[in-house]
Structures are given as structure tokens and as C-alpha cells.
């Protein structure tokens, strides 16, 4: 199933997108999203580091950003869905990926009761050429891991997502 009324493919020709990779961006970690909000899942330092490799850890426990290109999620044309490396709650489905090709995995849409989100201050760190104060970042609902960052490009919001912090499994949607 696809979904009918948009392209699966998109082509932002943003230099806002493409300067992401230029710049280490820094975010805010994940674990606070607001005063005495708990996570369905918490683990401790010891089982996260368990779970993740030391790279994945640094995105999803960290607030880091993967190297563009580096995860093939970023033109993986298969259905099925994309689940949190941190939890395995499904947060996207290949419905609504789309392909901008700078290197990151884009959705149009997370699934419902999947994604929750916060600010990220001064993320673009040595970047003069995007002025920006603030990125909204997205991170899981269940387990409170950083995934990457909404961003709004022209008339497109789209999910920017490090592939890194999903698995995928292949499969009907
Ligand atoms: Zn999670």
C-alpha cells in the first residue's frame, strides 16, 4: 500500500537540509521533556549501554546526529516499518517515507502515539548560513530515545530521522 495522494519521493533542493551534514549538531539529551513526566520504559545507564553499540548510544542516549549517508535507511525502498532501536515500539511506516537524498530517513508522518517532541537550542553549531535559535527535536514516546528533528522546509514538515535509532522489519503496511 502507498499512499495515493503523495509522491513517495520528494526533492526539497534545500540548502538548509543539505547543510545539516556540514556542522556537528548538537542537541539537547532526550530524558527531560517536562517536569515529573515519566517514560513507560526506563533503563538504566548499565542496560542502555547494554542494548546500543557506543555509536547508537550516542544518538539515541545523547542527543547525537549520524554521519549523512551512513545508515541505508535513508533509500530503503522496501515496505514494512521502523521501530525505536531503544524500545521496538513501530514509529514510522515506509508509507510515508519519502526521499529528499541527503542522507538522513524522511517520513511525512510518524505513526499515531509514536513520537513526542521538544526544543533544541542553537543546534547548528559553527553553521553562519542558517539562522536558526531553535529546531524541534523528535524523540520516542515510550522510551524517551532522541530519533532526530522535524523540520519544515518551504511547505514540507518533514521527520529527519537518524537511521541509527530504528530497526526496520520488512512487511506488509
Ligand atoms: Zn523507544
Known amino acids: ?22 556542522a556537528q ?7 527531560t521533556p517536562g517536569d515529573g513526566f515519566q517514560y513507560e520504559i526506563t533503563r538504566s545507564e548499565a542496560e542502555w549501554r547494554a542494548r546500543l553499540s557506543e555509536a547508537d548510544y550516542n544518538i539515541l542516549r545523547k542527543g547525537g546526529t549520524e554521519e549523512k549517508f551512513s ?10 516499518q521502523y521501530a525505536c532501536k531503544g524500545c521496538d515500539l513501530t ?6 517515507q519519502v526521499y529528499p537524498d541527503v542522507g538522513w530517513a524522511f517520513f ?7 513520537i513526542l517532541m521538544g526544543i533544541d537550542g542553537n543546534p547548528y553549531v559553527g553553521m553562519t548560513d542558517i539562522r536558526v535559535l531553535s529546531i524541534i527535536e523528535a524523540h520516542c514516546r515510550r522510551c524517551g530515545s532522541h530519533l532526530g528533528h522535524i523540520l519544515t522546509v518551504g511547505k514540507t514538515t518533514l521527520h529527519c530521522i537518524n537511521g541509527a535509532a530504528l530497526n526496520f522489519t520488512t512487511g506488509p503496511v
Open 91 to 96: 514509529l514510522y511506516s515506509s508509507v510515508w
Open 71 to 80: 545508515s541505508p535507511y535513508w533509500n530503503a525502498h522496501d515496505d514494512g
Open 25 to 31: 549538531i548538537r542537541t539537547a539529551a532526550a530524558e
Open 108 to 114: 511525512r508522518h510518524a505513526e499515531p502515539n509514536a
Open 1 to 22: 500500500m502507498t499512499a495515493p495522494t503523495l509522491s513517495r519521493r520528494v526533492f526539497l533542493g534545500s540548502t538548509a537540509i543539505a547543510a545539516l551534514g556540514a
